[in-house]
């Protein structure tokens, strides 16, 4: 089912006053049947869960959320606020952008912002919320990752990755196994970015992954509110040899 990538007054004013709501009672809660019913469900238990996770996101009404797995693995607003703060410059790309929290944070830093995701219906709903909060600087392509290295003739600033870290249930501890294979074309990839972040699981084999990587600079463990780590950053940069 195609999802929908609109929200009408009369959508929003059901997510408002259902907020608090139980979900699976207000399934089964015959005097409230709006015809896209199951829809505003998920978006009441997504808008639920970003509550705390999100709040600049849930504080606007206007925003669509997606699915649960896709709003899972995004990072909270915290950890991309906090990558925010380490770079700045003119052109910022976004090769595996997903729901584009990172995004959206890092973007405020740079002129130029390109978003890259091979979901139509992730970029789509990029669109209309960058919209909604009024990030005029996006530039939303639909596009996979190994398409955005070979096509690309701009030099980036920065180049954020975010790949897949599970296999079904399973986390994954080695880079070569995370999709998109971001070991496939290590040297192009830093032709076309001055300087790369990737986030990784807090569980990756580090020593394994600086053997991997060239160009490393940093390696940053994001920890939130003393919850253990979340996320590895690895910073690389075009050139760097230290």
Known sequence: ??????????????????????????ALDKSQSPKNKTFLLEQIRSRQKA??????????????????????????????????TLF???????PTAGFGIDFYYLSQNFRYCHYFEKNERLSSLAQ???????????????????????????KYDLIFIDPARRAGAKKL?????????????????????????????????????LRQLKGVRDVICVSIKGEGVKELLFILEDNYNG
């Open 173 to 209: 501890i080695n880079l070569g196994d995370y999709s998109p294979n971001i070991l496939d074309k290590p040297d192009r990839l830093l032709s076309i970015g001055t300087q790369i972040m990737i986030k990784c699981s807090p569980v990756l084999d580090v020593s394994l992954a």
């Open 88 to 94: 700045s410059g003119e052109s910022f790309a976004d």
């Open 1 to 26: 089912m195609q999802m929908q990538i609109h929200l009408s007054r009369s959508d929003i004013d059901f997510i408002q006053d259902n907020m608090d709501r139980d979900v699976v009672e207000l």
């Open 128 to 154: 209309y919320n960058f919209n909604a909060l009024g990030r005029a600087n996006a530039v939303i392509n639909q596009m996979d990752f190994a398409d955005f290295l070979r096509t690309n003739k701009r």
């Open 51 to 84: 509550r705390h996770k999100l709040p600049e996101f849930f504080a606007n009404p206007n925003i669509i959320f997606p699915n649960r797995l896709s709003l899972e693995q995004s990072s909270s607003q915290l950890a991309a606020e906090y990558k925010a």
